[in-house]
């Protein structure tokens, strides 16, 4: 894959070393007529990652997209991006800003060399080195100066994602960017969206009905139910070594005798399941290799994202 280009300045890369949020939310609270869609949301989003916005149907989850473009007023509170207010300094706040709203909208009839051409003329700050620079980045040399009318969806969700990142914003808004694309669409833009991170330092803010592919790209992610923030936590931090596991021991058909010496645990799916932490895992197996009882593997049970939303959330769909 081909990286962007270090020789221009990277924007992102100033809030990425001071560690201050890209994006922080205030007190948000969204009313429409006497309903209120998003009450009271107070989050911080850091810089450099990968961010995921997750929630059921009805949630509030693309309000508050519309609220972070302009698109929507907040009915109370404020949205700080890059320190600068969404409704108080608007054209500085979304100088910074990047972002795909539901689908990429592009000239048909132009080739997509000339849409980028015809983004990058709307800023002074775009020069034509940049677009040689995305459309490298994005993969899109081979049919970059063909009609986008004959762009498939993949090829389209690549363009508008070079089309947003253009600028250089600090932070990118991908509104269902995975939506309709085949299995190797979705891995390509999951790479190229870490590699962004990683090399300009740029936020990217997605929400994604697919919880899989959002715990293979997200950094972190943020639930939202009925409008109110219920959970943020990281995804690959590494584990602590005096968490409790739930670790199954296969032992083949010595297992009663394995939970016999342990004197605990449970027999689940015919193998041993213990809740330890790192250190007890290497001793549970060192008694049972002393026993003299074979063991045929271990494994630690961790939930994924989607058994952790579907416990949050009481199981309602995402959207």
Excluded: W
Aim: glycine share 10%; aromatic share 6%; hydrophobic share 40%.
């Amino acid at each position: 894959m081909e990286t962007i280009s270090d020789k221009m300045p990277v924007p992102g890369a100033s809030s990425a070393r001071t560690g201050e949020p890209i994006v922080r939310f205030d007190n948000v609270v969204k009313r429409i007529g006497r309903k209120t869609i998003i009450e009271g949301l107070t989050l911080d989003v850091p810089p450099g990652q990968v961010f995921g916005f997750l929630g059921p149907n009805g949630s509030g989850k693309t309000t508050t997209i519309r609220m972070m473009t302009g698109l929507m007023a907040p009915s109370a509170g404020d949205i700080l991006i890059d320190g600068r207010s969404i409704t108080r300094n608007f054209e500085q706040a979304i100088s910074q800003v990047g972002a795909i709203v539901e689908n990429p909208e592009m000239y048909g009839y132009l080739s997509g060399y000339r849409n980028l051409l015809q983004y990058a003329r709307m800023r002074a700050d775009v020069p034509k080195e940049r677009i040689d620079e995305v459309v490298r980045f994005m993969g899109l040399e081979r049919r970059i100066h063909e009609k986008v009318s004959t762009y498939s969806l993949g090829m389209r969700q690549r363009l508008g994602v070079a089309q947003a990142i253009l600028h250089r914003p600090k932070l990118l808004i991908l509104d269902e960017p995975t939506n309709g694309l085949d299995p190797q669409g979705i891995r390509e833009l999951r790479d190229y969206l870490r590699e962004l991170t990683r090399v300009d330092g740029t936020t990217v803010f997605v929400s994604s009905h697919l919880l899989s592919e959002m715990e293979l790209m997200c950094d972190t992610v943020a639930i939202i139910q009925a409008g109110r923030l219920i959970d943020v936590h990281g995804l690959h931090g590494e584990a602590d070594a005096d968490a409790t596991l739930e670790t199954m021991f296969d032992v083949g058909e010595r297992i009663e005798e394995a939970l016999s010496l342990l004197g605990g645990g449970e027999i689940r799916d015919r193998q041993l399941v213990v809740r330890t932490n790192r250190q007890g895992i290497a001793e549970i197996n060192l008694r049972f290799v002393q026993a003299g009882i074979p063991v045929y593997g271990i494994r630690a049970l961790t939930r994924t994202l989607e058994d952790q939303f579907l416990e949050m959330t009481g199981g309602g769909p995402i959207v």
